[in-house]
């Protein structure tokens, strides 16, 4: 038990579909992170938040779409997918954001595996 | 641009030996480096940290050496058990808000 929760675990959809993810920490952490994890290829930053706020959006195509209604949860919301968007998608937190000189390990969820037809 | 690289082979080891997994990276110098572990359909799983001017770092039977010269971090386990299969990940902070992490190694311990 990571304190990260994340459902579904798996999804399976269609390229017209609207589905989202959903990811909850019980850790009291400030900071949480979307993350998508393909075939061995490293884990590719995708949005951060910081106390609700979005920080960082690493250049992610508009048909994910982020959402923090507080510090506990984290959603990420999907549209009109393409095939190479199926991986595995990871949620993290951390007691605030990572910087230069601050310790900031990461808590991750166990992931959605999705699947686009 | 920042880079890390993992040995992209899986390492077999026999069971009781030492595993000795390396981390480099280029283009930057971080201020703390860290490990961490995945089993397959598993998020993964903070191990150590080690900060640039510690050379080594232990957990039990986990160490982690950080060499800011030759930009590379060694993971070792000794006395490696079956268990300890798995794929292990290390991961930089670049100074801002982001964490880039390498692709893994992939660890087969043989009873």
């Known amino acids: 038990e990571t304190g990260v929760t994340q459902t579904p675990r798996h999804l399976v959809m269609g390229m017209t579909n609207k589905k989202s993810l959903k990811c909850e920490q019980h850790?009291?952490?400030?900071?949480m992170y979307w993350y998508k994890q393909s075939a061995k290829k490293p884990l590719e930053l995708m949005f951060v938040?910081?106390?609700?706020?979005?920080?960082e959006n690493n250049s992610v195509p508009s048909r994910f779409s982020p959402e923090c209604p507080n510090s506990s949860h984290l959603f990420l919301h999907l549209h009109t997918l393409q095939p190479e968007d199926s991986a595995l998608y990871l949620c993290?937190?951390?007691?605030?954001?990572?910087?230069?000189?601050?310790?900031?390990?990461?808590?991750f969820g166990d992931g959605t595996r999705l699947s686009i037809l | 641009s920042q880079k890390i690289e993992q040995n992209s082979e899986a390492l077999n080891i026999q069971e009781g030996k030492t595993a000795t997994l390396t981390c480099n990276y280029t283009?930057?110098?971080?201020?703390?480096l860290q490990w961490y572990r995945q089993d397959p359909g598993r998020g993964p799983v903070f191990l150590l940290l080690i900060r640039e001017n510690e050379k080594e770092k232990r957990k039990e039977r986990l160490k982690v050496t950080f060499d800011t010269t030759l930009k590379q971090s060694l993971f070792h386990i000794t006395a490696s058990q079956p268990a300890d299969s798995a794929t292990y990940l290390c991961a930089l902070n670049t100074g801002g808000f982001k964490t880039i992490f390498g692709a893994g190694t992939r660890l087969f311990v043989k009873a």
């Open positions: 283009n930057y110098s971080p201020a703390y």
């Open positions: 993290a937190s951390s007691q605030d954001l990572p910087g230069s000189y601050s310790n900031q390990p990461q808590h």
């Open positions: 850790l009291g952490h400030n900071a």
């Open positions: 938040y910081s106390l609700e706020e979005r920080v």
